[in-house]
C-alpha cells in the first residue's frame, strides 16, 4: 500500500509534443500539471538573453512552476547525450552551469540533470572520470547556497555510456558528494532506463533510498506511458513510499496516443495525483 500521494510533473520534452515546444508549458498547466520539466531546450550551452527571456515568460504566464531541467548535453539530435565527462568542453559546461543558476534564481527550479557524457575513443576511462567529478562538484558547489540538487541519470540505448545502473550513478554521486561543501547531488531513479538497462526497480530503490533525488516513469518497454508495457508500477510506489522518497513524480514517456488521452493511467494507479486532472473530467 502507497501511503504517500505524489504529486505528477509533465516532461514538456516529451509530453504535448502536439503543440510548437514553448506552447507545451500552457497545455501541460490546462492538463492539470502545476509543476513542469524539460531537457535543455537551447542549441547552445549559454543561451542569448532574449533566448532565456522568452522561455521564462511562457513558463510564467503558463501558471505551472519550473521544478526540473537538464544542462547543456551537446548535440541531443546528434546522439550526445552530456558533456559533464568530456575533457575539453570545461568552460561550455561552467557557462551552462552560470545560466542554470540564473535559472535556478528566477523560478525557483531546484532539480538540475546533469547527463554524464558518453565515453570518446580517444579518451580514457581515467580522464573521463576525473572530468565529470571535477565538473559535477563545480556544478553542485554553485546550486549549493540555493539549495539546488544535481542528479545523475543511468541512461539506456546510448553506446559507450558509463553510467547505466543505479550502482554506477550512486558511484558518481557518492564520489562528487565527498568533495562538495554543503551542495546537493542525487540519483535520478527513471523507471525506463533502469529496467531497460536489467535493474530491478524495488531492489534499486531499497539499496539507494537515500541518495534518490528524483523520479521519472515511464513504461519498459517502448517508453510510453504506464500500461503500455510490463513495469509493475504499484510495486514501484511502494517501493519508493517505503524508502521515503517524497519529492514528484515525473512523467517522462512517449506517449502513444495524444498526450491528454494517454493520462488516463493516472485514475487507476493510486498513489498518484494531478492537480485539476479530476475537475477537468478525466480526458474528455
Known amino acids: 500500500m ?5 504529486e505528477l510533473s509533465a516532461n514538456v520534452s516529451l509530453l504535448f509534443t502536439e503543440h510548437p515546444f514553448l506552447d507545451r508549458f500552457a497545455a501541460a498547466a490546462d492538463a492539470g500539471f502545476r509543476a513542469v520539466e524539460a531537457w535543455w531546450p537551447f542549441a547552445d550551452a549559454v543561451p542569448s538573453e532574449a533566448q532565456l527571456e522568452e522561455l521564462l515568460g511562457v513558463v510564467g504566464a503558463s501558471g505551472a512552476r519550473l521544478t526540473g531541467l537538464n544542462l547543456f548535453a551537446g548535440d541531443m539530435a546528434a546522439g550526445m547525450r552530456g558533456v559533464a ?11 551552462n552551469v552560470e545560466v542554470i543558476v540564473d535559472i535556478a534564481q528566477r523560478t525557483g527550479c531546484r532539480h538540475f540533470n546533469a547527463l554524464y557524457g558518453a565515453e570518446l575513443p580517444d579518451v580514457s576511462p581515467a580522464v573521463h572520470a576525473q572530468t565529470a567529478l571535477d565538473n559535477l562538484t563545480f556544478a553542485t558547489d554553485a546550486l549549493a547556497p540555493l539549495g539546488g540538487m544535481i542528479l545523475i541519470e543511468p541512461l539506456s540505448g546510448v553506446d559507450r555510456y558509463p553510467i547505466q545502473t543505479g550502482d554506477q550513478a550512486v558511484v558518481v554521486v557518492d564520489a562528487v558528494a565527498a568533495r562538495t561543501d554543503g551542495g546537493r547531488i542525487g540519483l535520478l531513479y527513471d523507471t525506463f532506463h533502469l529496467s531497460n538497462n536489467g535493474d530491478d526497480l524495488v531492489a534499486v530503490a531499497r539499496a539507494h533510498a537515500a541518495k534518490i533525488g528524483h523520479v521519472q516513469i515511464a513504461d519498459t518497454p517502448g517508453r510510453g506511458q504506464p500500461g503500455t508495457g510490463t513495469t509493475d508500477f504499484h510495486s514501484v510506489l511502494g517501493a519508493l513510499d517505503a524508502a521515503g522518497y517524497d519529492g514528484l513524480i515525473a512523467c517522462e514517456y512517449a506517449p502513444t496516443v495524444p498526450t491528454v488521452p494517454s493520462l488516463d493511467w493516472i485514475d487507476a494507479l493510486p498513489g498518484v495525483a494531478l492537480p485539476g486532472w479530476r475537475c477537468r473530467g478525466g480526458s474528455s
Open 2 to 6: 502507497v501511503n504517500t500521494s505524489y
Open 85 to 95: 565527462s568530456h575533457p575539453g568542453r570545461e568552460a561550455e559546461f561552467r557557462g
